[in-house]
């Protein structure tokens, strides 16, 4: 589709079949001026004529009109080679338009509609379909947002996140398990917008009791409840022109829901024991740690507010997923925490790395962070961190790894192992592109079984204990490698 983020290419045409004579001729006036070559339709049989000789880019559907209804145009669509379509309803119709959301329309809008809610729908459908920027964010760009990352797959992610910056009236869901660090990203976000000299606030929805948070966001007049002696600015009101971050949205209550969803739909709210709408210009970014499919299904979310919510979707990675990152967040940490403190410690020791590289981290960065910290504390005066002072569920996948005993701090090494009489490879680590090879004695010592064995446990050494980078090494996938470690006794 000829759109690009924060401009549109010639020749984008939006079809828009509307059967009220004076939003048609307002709309594809706004249309107009914003450059885009709007083309109208009063009726679907005048649509269908329209699809039958062009392929428009954008279709805004009515979906109520003379001779039928919108959702079946929808349906007789391609999956395939549809174009985006931004479907219009009364407001309140609300089984309607999850319909029309289940049925692929990549958003909606309530009608009577504002120019600028129309110019926010057509954003978002740039932001997602926009041909990647030329240049992502540097690593010193990154460092500065808070985000510390050298896996690949977040390559994607932060190629979104800048899209997404574009369109700074667009609500954005974050999603990712707790602790991956969505409120890092939430603030990226906002500080790669053009909204970034306004207020950044934030407030978690879990931690607000249900019969506090409309006055939490909303305010509320003197006199509103009981102990209100006087009137309080809400935070839509704190974070006007700037990025309003609702974290754990899906344990905001129901009731509340609704009138987050109709801050959205008209950014206007009232103040608790006020009947005065109060105008904000706030962008809306929500994030949680649960399906939120799910608590639709339960009746606990609204599911016209959930459709709302997920068109700008970043879907955060859990660490474990991402292994490479965890040497380059403990060092980051690390040097946090050992200037803060005053301490020695430097770095880690290779058995120190290796455990950290092969935990799970349920906990995700934030667990990382508490991790490195309390080890700073406990390493005193040694410069390294060391697998004695990490926690006990770490500490345990020493004797699940090929790690040879930790030398205690200031002792010597010990000499150099003899090569293995039957199979033995070179014992400093693997550079990248390096061919590892392994010397073989076969004169009817050293059986199969054997040599697999030593294979196994030659790759892993190789790899500091690192399933992924020993299953890359070994040309197999991670699942064959940790079977064949249990086989014989290499993880438990």
């Known amino acids: 589709m000829p759109i690009a983020a924060g401009r549109v290419e010639p020749g984008t045409h939006v079809l828009v079949i509307e059967d009220e004579k004076l939003l048609s001729w307002s709309t594809c006036k706004d249309l107009k001026r914003w450059g885009y070559i709007p083309t109208a339709a009063a009726t679907l049989a005048e649509a269908r004529e329209v699809l039958a000789r062009s392929q428009p880019h954008v279709i805004l559907l009515d979906i109520r009109l003379p001779d039928g209804r919108g959702l079946d145009l929808l349906q007789e669509l391609s999956p395939s080679d549809r174009p985006k379509v931004i479907v219009t309803s009364a407001f309140g119709d609300v089984p309607t338009v999850v319909e029309a959301m289940r049925l692929g329309a990549n958003d909606y809008l309530s009608k009577p509609f504002e120019a600028d809610n129309l110019f926010d729908a057509l954003a978002r459908?740039?932001?997602?379909?926009?041909?990647?920027?030329?240049?992502?964010?540097?690593?010193?760009?990154?460092?500065?947002?808070?985000?510390?990352?050298a896996h690949p797959s977040m390559g994607l992610l932060l190629d979104r996140l800048r899209r997404f910056a574009h369109t700074p009236r667009s609500t954005v869901l974050m999603l990712g398990e707790t602790g991956v660090g969505k409120s890092v990203f939430a603030r990226a976000l906002h500080e790669l917008s053009d909204r970034k000299h306004s207020p950044f606030v934030e407030i978690n929805c879990a931690a607000v009791p249900q019969t506090l948070i409309e006055s939490e966001l909303m305010g509320h007049e003197r006199g509103a409840f009981t102990d209100a002696r006087v009137a309080k600015r809400g935070l839509l009101e704190e974070a006007n022109g700037g990025?309003?971050?609702?974290?754990?949205?899906?344990?905001?209550?129901?009731?509340?829901?609704?009138?987050?969803?109709?801050?959205?739909?008209?950014?206007?709210?009232?103040?608790?024991?006020?009947?005065?709408?109060?105008?904000?210009?706030?962008?809306?970014?929500?994030?949680?740690?649960?399906d939120l499919r799910d608590l639709v299904a339960t009746g606990k979310f609204r599911e016209d507010l959930y459709y709302r919510l997920k068109v700008l979707t970043l879907n955060l990675p859990p660490l474990r997923d991402r292994v490479q990152d965890i040497d380059l967040l403990a060092d980051h940490f690390l040097g946090i925490f050992a200037r803060e403190m005053g301490s020695q410690v430097t770095g880690f020791s290779p058995e120190a790395r290796a455990v950290l590289r092969a935990f799970a981290w349920p906990g995700n960065v934030r667990e990382l962070r508490h991790v490195i910290e309390a080890a700073i504390v406990l390493s005193d005066r040694d410069p390294l961190?060391?697998?004695?002072?990490?926690?006990?569920?770490?500490?345990?996948?020493?004797?699940?790894?090929?790690?040879?005993?930790?030398?205690?701090?200031?002792?010597?090494?010990?000499?150099?192992?003899?090569?293995?009489?039957?199979?033995?490879?070179?014992?400093?680590?693997?550079?990248?592109?390096?061919?590892?090879?392994?010397?073989?004695?076969?004169?009817?010592?050293?059986?199969?079984?054997?040599?697999?064995?030593?294979?196994?446990?030659?790759?892993?050494?190789?790899?500091?204990g690192n399933q992924v980078q020993a299953a890359n090494l070994l040309g197999v996938s991670r699942d064959l490698l940790r079977y064949r470690l249990r086989k014989f006794g290499l993880l438990k």
């Open 125 to 149: 459908i740039q932001a997602v379909n926009a041909p990647a920027p030329a240049e992502l964010p540097s690593t010193e760009d990154l460092a500065r947002l808070g985000i510390y990352s």
């Open 243 to 290: 990025t309003l971050l609702l974290d754990e949205i899906g344990d905001m209550p129901v009731e509340m829901q609704a009138k987050l969803l109709h801050f959205i739909e008209t950014r206007s709210y009232r103040r608790l024991g006020s009947t005065r709408e109060v105008q904000a210009d706030v962008r809306i970014v929500t994030a949680t740690h649960r």
């Open 385 to 464: 961190v060391r697998i004695d002072v990490l926690p006990d569920e770490i500490q345990r996948l020493r004797t699940a790894l090929p790690l040879p005993p930790e030398l205690p701090a200031g002792a010597a090494p010990p000499p150099p192992p003899l090569p293995h009489p039957t199979a033995h490879a070179a014992e400093s680590p693997v550079a990248e592109g390096e061919e590892v090879v392994l010397q073989l004695k076969l004169d009817g010592t050293i059986g199969l079984h054997d040599l697999e064995q030593e294979i196994l446990r030659q790759a892993m050494l190789r790899c500091g």
